[in-house]
């Protein structure tokens, strides 16, 4: 008969099963709080005029950027969970849990503003026209559909679940370094178009914490014998 002892490992550590539910669980309570954050972000006015309109730089960044964000968080959750090198696990940890409690954020603002939390139509960045960089650097379409900038393909997200070892690490790197590169230009133009005070508070400090990453990735590449992807 099966003890509870005999569920955790010799070190003491929990069970496979046992961490993939602490895991789960904590990812919850950070987008549980993320979101809590958002709703509870105080609205100048209580007029309906102080809600962004659908379209809306403040609406559209929101959608957007959560989906980019959401990729972002697939890829590290892959590199935390399989690498074996100590360097990239933390980095994939502490971007995977960032971006998580900042599309908590987006997604509690998306619904007090009675939006939907996905971009449905199909249009990504559109709410940036007027920079000129509208599906700038989408250059892989994907189910006839273009990319955002930065954003891995079906085929690279299976490819990063197959590697191991340092092959794992560095392509992990390259993905991730790519994706913020490529998501650099969204934060930024909503950092000075947005209309809401928080959401240009917001994509200026994901400007700030990704630039930092990307100069560690760079870094990361460079000790283990690697370059950025073209």
């Not at 971009?119 to 006839?144: F, I, Q, R």
């Not at 650099?184 to 005070?197: F, K």
């Amino acid at each position: 008969m099966t003890t509870s002892a005999e569920e955790t490992e010799v070190s003491g550590r929990p069970s496979g099963v046992a961490r993939a539910l602490v895991v789960g669980a904590a990812v919850l309570a950070v987008l549980l709080l993320g979101a809590a954050v958002g709703l509870l972000v105080k609205l100048p006015g209580s007029s309906s005029a102080a809600v962004p309109a659908s379209g809306s730089v403040d609406v559209g960044f929101c959608q957007d950027m959560a989906q980019h964000h959401l990729q972002g968080i697939q890829m590290a959750n892959i590199a935390r969970d399989h690498s074996t090198d100590p360097e990239v696990r933390q980095l994939a940890f502490d971007i995977a849990s960032t971006q998580l409690e900042q599309v908590g954020r987006m997604k509690g603002w998306l619904m007090m503003w009675n939006e939907h939390e996905q971009n449905v139509s199909g249009v990504y960045m559109a709410w940036m026209n007027d920079a000129g960089v509208h599906n700038h650097g989408a250059t892989t379409p994907e189910a006839g559909k273009p990319l955002m900038p930065g954003m891995a393909v079906t085929d690279e997200l299976a490819k990063l679940r197959t590697l191991t070892g340092r092959e794992l690490d560095v392509y992990f790197l390259q993905l991730m370094l790519r994706h913020h590169v490529g998501g650099a230009p969204m934060a930024e133009y909503a950092a000075t178009h947005a209309g809401q005070p928080f959401v240009r508070t917001l994509a200026d400090n994901m400007l700030k914490s990704q630039s930092s990453e990307v100069e560690l990735m760079k870094d990361y590449l460079a000790k283990r014998g690697a370059a950025p992807l073209p």
